[in-house]
């Protein structure tokens, strides 16, 4: 395989250099917009803690602190994982960049895994905004708009979570299909870029409704 | 005689292939503005056909023609259709993606396949809300005000969200094309300083695509969520607060008008600039005219909230911002009629158009200021003066550009000229119509008719006629473009490359251009709307 011969980044050919450039350039636009996205979400937050402080930091002690924090050390090490995949997958060492690929993907999947069990306690204890909700502490009404922004805030980091899995599961094929080379990384890339903002969504959310209390 | 019989077996991206297979399929930037621009007119009958409906149904006090519910919901699928899947696509999506590239000098989009899928998303969005249409249609004005929307309403209200939510993708993923498209694409010689002001035009609309379409998915996406999991944080009845939510809808839907016009006034210096034959006067203050409008635009949004219980000094701080808006539309206007100064102007069907979007425009933004002003908008908040107002804007300014863009590039897109007559008799048809439609709804506004009402009192009933009357002649206004542009493609005479003697770098490829755009990339060594043009 030919290909496969480590070629420095410097030395690519410029219509190879151009693809990279474009496609890196896509998805900071795509993320941009993402930061949007999420953006609402936190003003919302915003506006009804400001309101309601008392309220979001009593809500808060019923989140599983414990959970949590196993969630965003988990994120961390995946993101730390998928950078280090980059790097191989840049130098050429495709049996390092498939297996830290691989550790990137599972322990996202903890992470999921870990998330649906958070979730079950808390829609058996009542505390699902929808139907039967049933809050022991003081305003319910108003902790209703907690667990929502709650729900809503982790389920679409969530959502994005199952994304960049399918994403870097991919890449992470092309990888092991010797499609991706030292000279063809971007797909590496653009899935790492988009893991660590995924990442970045969860830093803000853990602090703002797990530690407020 | 014959090199233009010649022409017409020449290789071009609609004769390569007339397979169904090479149009569902195709990257070709060309191909997916014509697959978007037979998809939007058919949105804009179907929206036309609402207005129609209610325009009958208004012409007199009582109701006769429909019953108030069914009423309510012809203006909300009018408002939805129009807005998200005419107005937002039409002239990006359609005459942005036919003309970057030709105007750049590339030979596609950055993403050619990301172009397609959101040619694929935008019909998905649609087909949804076309359901939403057919399973008994949607009553909550275009706006999906809370708590209506989200508590009361029995409506096919999810549906028709899922489908605004679902064409936003379409809007980010065309927009986030276009971006990276005039970063990287351009051909060298190419400068920013060079690039037709078209092009900055859809930069400016471009980066407002991006960041504002999330917001209203989002927001959407939570009323959908309320209706369907009771996870709702608009609800008033547990402290949550549906101002919050009309914030963030106008987040996206003020800046969204800009992504309506700003395209528009691309068009228009295009148009000016060729038929005036003279370069475009102040280049620089038009293009960055674009981006100030874009900027500002994100900071208005509070405007529609006046009377919705918004604080004063929010108020004062966004009426200002209002009106620093008119400041760079205001430098636009002023330079077309610049440019036309001492110019040879010429009255082709086209920049009739484009001087009637500049007439238009110019009453629509000063009206704009009324709005904009405190006082004057608690007594035309939610009148007809409003619905006048922006109609002026998203109507009159940027169907008028629409349609003086498809028949200034007409030629190109089609190889076919339309017939000149017709053309002029349609313009002038849209614009006496269109006066006739929306200016006594100014009067019916301020005299204090409010908007989104079966009946009115019997007093307002004259100005309710002619506006109706003023609909049907923009209705025949509309239809007529439809039939003869159909007609020239069989029958129209052939175009030439560059029918207009116009600069830009699209007629100086042939008509149609073939699948790759240029046989060899071409070196720019000329400004923007250089005059003379050489015809070779």
Redesign the interface.
């Known amino acids: 395989m030919a290909q496969s011969v480590a070629k420095p980044v410097e030395h690519l050919e410029l219509g190879e250099r151009e693809d990279i450039e474009l496609n890196s350039l896509g998805m900071w636009v795509y993320l941009a917009s993402e930061i949007m996205f999420f953006g609402v979400l936190f003003t919302a937050y915003i506006v009804y803690r400001h309101a309601y402080p008392q309220v979001f930091a009593e809500a808060s002690k019923f989140l599983d602190t414990r959970i949590g924090s196993i969630n965003t050390l988990l994120l961390l090490s995946s993101s730390f994982t998928v950078a280090l995949g980059v790097n191989a997958t840049q130098r050429g060492e495709r049996r390092l960049s498939l297996m830290l690929l691989a550790i990137t993907v599972i322990l996202g999947l903890g992470f999921l895994g870990l998330k649906f069990l958070e979730y079950s306690h808390e829609i058996e204890n009542n505390l699902f905004p929808g139907g039967s909700f049933n809050y022991p502490g003081t305003n319910p009404d108003q902790a209703k708009l907690f667990f929502s922004l709650y729900f809503v805030m982790t389920g679409m980091h969530a959502l994005h979570m199952v994304v960049g899995i399918a994403f870097v599961s991919t890449v992470g094929f092309l990888t092991w299909q010797q499609w991706i080379t030292p000279q063809r990384y971007a797909p590496v890339e653009l899935a790492a870029l988009f893991w660590h903002f995924v990442d970045i969504v969860w830093i803000f959310i853990f602090p703002l409704l797990y530690l407020v209390a | 005689m014959s090199s233009i019989a010649l022409e017409r077996y020449r290789r071009n991206y609609l004769n390569i292939s007339y397979t169904a297979r090479s149009w569902l399929l195709t990257t070709d930037h060309k191909r997916i503005a014509i697959l978007y621009m037979i998809s939007v007119t058919l949105f804009f009958v179907l929206g036309g056909i609402a207005a129609m409906m209610f325009r009958l149904e208004l012409l007199t006090p009582e109701t006769n023609l429909v019953r108030p519910e069914t009423y309510n919901k012809l203006f909300t699928i009018h408002g939805i259709i129009m807005v998200w899947f005419f107005l937002i696509p039409s002239i990006p999506s359609i005459l942005g993606n036919f003309l970057i590239p030709l105007m750049i000098g590339a030979r596609d989009l ?2 050619p396949r990301l172009n397609l899928a959101s040619w694929y998303i935008f019909m998905l969005g649609g087909l949804f809300t076309f359901i939403a249409v057919i399973t008994g249609g949607v009553d909550t004005g275009w706006t999906f005000y809370t708590p209506y929307s989200s508590i009361y309403s029995n409506s096919a209200v999810v549906a028709a969200i899922v489908g605004v939510f679902v064409t936003g993708f379409s809007s ?1 993923f065309t927009g ?1 094309n276009f ?2 498209t005039i ?2 694409k351009r051909a060298p010689g190419m400068t920013w300083s060079r690039l037709p002001l078209f092009v900055w035009a859809h930069y400016a609309t471009s980066l407002i695509l ?6 209203l ?3 959407l996406g ?1 009323i959908a ?1 309320e209706r369907v ?5 608009f609800d008033p ?5 549906p101002v ?1 939510f009309e914030h ?1 809808f106008w987040f996206y839907s003020h800046p969204a008008v800009y992504i309506m016009i700003l395209p528009g006034m691309g068009v228009v210096t295009e148009i000016i600039s060729t038929f005036s034959r003279r370069r475009i006067f102040g280049y620089t203050f038009v293009a960055a005219a674009s981006l100030a409008i874009a900027v500002i635009g994100f900071l208005v949004w509070g405007h529609h909230m006046f009377v919705a219980g918004e604080s004063a000094y929010a108020g004062a701080v966004f009426s200002g911002l209002s009106f620093l808006v008119a400041i760079p539309s205001a430098v636009k206007v002023f330079n077309w009629t610049a440019t036309m100064y001492k110019g040879d102007i010429s009255f082709d069907t086209p920049m009739l158009y484009a001087l009637g979007f500049i007439w238009l425009f110019t009453i629509g933004g000063l009206t704009g200021l009324f709005v904009a002003s405190l006082a004057i908008d608690v007594h035309v908040h939610d009148t007809y003066f409003v619905v006048a107002h922006f109609h002026y804007i998203m109507v009159g300014s940027a169907v008028m550009a629409y349609l003086g863009g498809i028949h200034y590039w007409w030629p190109k897109i089609s190889g076919r000229m339309y017939p000149e007559g017709w053309g002029k008799t349609a313009a002038l048809l849209i614009f006496m119509g269109f006066n006739l439609t929306f200016f006594p709804q100014f009067i019916l506004g301020y005299l204090g008719m409010p908007r989104r009402y079966a009946t009115y009192p019997p007093e307002f009933q004259v100005l309710n006629v002619m506006s109706t009357a003023g609909a049907s002649i923009l209705a025949a206004g509309y239809i007529l473009p439809l039939l003869y542009l159909l007609w020239s493609l069989v029958n129209g005479p052939l175009a030439s490359d560059n029918p207009w003697k116009a600069s830009g770098l699209e007629w100086q490829t042939s008509s149609p251009p073939p699948p790759e755009n240029f046989g060899k990339i071409p070196q720019v060594t000329f400004e923007a709307y250089t005059f003379p043009v050489e015809q070779n």
């Not at chain 2, 991006?210 to 917001?215: D, E, S, Y």
């Not at chain 2, 999991?229 to 944080?233: L, N, P, R, S, T």
Request: charged share 10%.
């Open positions: 950055a993403f980010i986030l971006i990276i970063h990287k991006v960041l504002a379409t999330p917001v998915a989002i927001t939570l969520l999991f009771g996870i709702g944080i009845t547990r402290g949550g607060d919050l963030l």
